[in-house]
Structure formats: C-alpha cells, structure tokens
C-alpha cells in the first residue's frame, strides 16, 4: 500500500523504515532536507497516486493545524487524512469538519511505543470511520506488533476516540513512572540495602511489579549508574495534564495521575517558593531552624 507520512522525527522516521520493511511504499515529507522525500506537502501531494492517505506525525498544537490546514488545500476528494500524533482529543473534530468541507477523510490515531516502536512495534488506538479504518488496515497491520491484532491494535470509537485512549493511556504511564521513581529513591535511602540496581532488576522477572518501564529503569541504571549525569527536571508533553482536566470534567477520583503530574512541575523548581512559605510558617509557629540561602551553597 502507498502512504505519505508527514514529520520524519524520532517516531515518524523509525516508523516509515517499519513500513517499508512490510513492503509499503512511503513518500516522507518533512522540512529538514535530510530526512525528506519531497520539497513540499504540495510536493507530496503530486507524488502521491490518488486515492491519497496521509500520516500527520507533527507536534500537537500549532503545527498539526497548520499541516491539516494546508493538506485541506493540496489533497482532493477522497483522500484520506491520519493524525498519529498526540493532539488534543477536542481538536479531532474540528480536523475533521475542516477535511470533510472537502470531501477528505480524517482518522485520529494514537500511537505509543515510542523509539523502540520499529523492532517491537506500536501501540495503536484509532477513532474514525469502520470504512475509513478498514481501508488503512494494511498500515495498521504493519504498524502494531506481532501476534493478534487485538494485542496492540484497537479502533475505539468515532472520531476523538483514538487520542482520548492515548491521552489516559500517557495519564497512567505519568503514574506509574512517579510510582517506579519513589520506589527507587526509597531503596537509595536506605543503608540496609547495599544493592540497589540488583532489586531493580531481580524485579524483572516474576514479580507483580514486572513491565517494560521497569525494564527501561534497569537499562537506564546500567548506563548511568546512580543518574549522575541527569537533572531531575521533568518536562509533561500534554497528556497528564489533558487527563487531569478530564478527571475533574467527568468528577472521576484521580489521586496517582494528579500526584505524578504535580511532581513533575515541582521538578522544576530549583528553589521552591512554596517550600519556602512552608519552611517560613514552620519557623514561626515552632521555631524550626530556617535554612539560609547563603547556607546552601
């Protein structure tokens, strides 16, 4: 099957090489000339043989409007259009009106794996359309992992469905991470346990607490031992944020995802000013020493 993938970073790149390895035929477009098949979306368009589908692989935000926008323009009637990035589910939608004035298609598909997603394959949740899923199956084949479909391939819904699964998917991954991360630090703190790393990694096997995010924290301690070359700062790239919000909306108790989104936030801040409030009134109500910024360093 015949497919244009639009963004070659470090998702897209990997997946047109995964594509092409199942005998699809990819025209990549993306602005760095390196990387890229065609000059243009328009370039992309013309080498692209109608009916069209379209992979959108951009940021969320500003630059996957912009790119839907502009393949309004240059695809025709009966195209078909798939953002597999992680937009906002509310803007699913809105993609597909623009499209459908027309007469393009439009599937929203969210995709995790990340860069170990061309040897193992991707996780794939898709909102859109029963005719419009059924004629990218093929991709869709190519795309997930190995074994049943139903392992990694899910079509969840109407349009909206497929970002909304990824969004509370990357919600509970913010959780378990943070849950991974206290246990860590625990297990550091105290003296009994000489051998961290090697309970990290005799959890891999066995145990209830086993995954691939354990596994991925054991590599992690291999390559840096003790995170000694890494800052605690933690960047959120929407979703834990999008779920939170979808928790209070839907009055659903949300405890462990809020708490691990927070804690990121609280990474960022060298110097706490809540912290400070908080080390301030323990002064003042119990004469707790302060510690002095020129005691710090």
Not at 18 to 30: K, N, P, Q, S
Not at 71 to 81: F, Q, R
Not at 158 to 166: L, T
Not at 271 to 292: C, E, I, T, W, Y
């Amino acid at each position: 099957m015949q497919l244009g993938l639009v963004g070659l970073g470090k998702m897209g790149f990997n997946m047109r090489d995964r594509l092409r390895a199942h005998d699809h035929e990819v025209i990549g477009y993306d602005p760095r000339p390196e990387v890229t098949d065609v000059d243009s979306l328009a370039a992309l368009a013309g080498a692209l043989q109608a009916p069209r589908v379209v992979w959108v692989m951009v940021p969320s935000g500003t630059v996957t409007r912009e790119t839907i926008t502009e393949l309004a323009t240059v695809l025709d009637e009966g195209d078909l259009v798939i953002d597999g990035g992680n937009s906002r589910f509310t803007e699913d939608k809105i993609h597909a009106d623009l499209l459908a004035e027309h007469g393009i298609g439009f599937l929203d598909c969210g995709v995790s794996g990340g860069i170990w997603g061309l040897e193992n394959g991707y996780g794939l949740m898709v909102g859109g359309s029963d005719e419009n899923v059924a004629r990218v199956m093929p991709i869709f084949d190519a795309l997930r992992p190995e074994g049943e479909r139903a392992d990694g391939f899910v079509h969840a819904g109407p349009v909206g469905a497929g970002h909304y699964s990824k969004m509370i998917h990357n919600g509970i991954e913010y959780g378990l991470m943070h849950a991974y991360a206290e246990g860590f630090e625990l297990l550091e703190a105290e003296d009994l346990v000489t051998d961290v790393h090697g309970v990290l990694r005799a959890w891999t096997k066995g145990t209830v607490v086993r995954s691939w995010l354990l596994d991925l924290l054991v590599k992690a301690l291999d390559e840096d031992p003790n995170f000694a070359e890494i800052s605690g700062y933690t960047e959120d790239s929407g979703e834990g944020r999008w779920t939170v919000e979808e928790a209070i909306n839907h009055a659903v108790p949300a405890p462990v995802i809020s708490a691990a989104l927070f804690a990121r936030f609280a990474s960022r801040q060298s110097d706490s000013p809540a912290m400070k409030a908080v080390s301030a009134l323990r002064n003042q109500f119990g004469g707790h020493a302060v510690q002095r910024v020129s005691e710090s360093g």
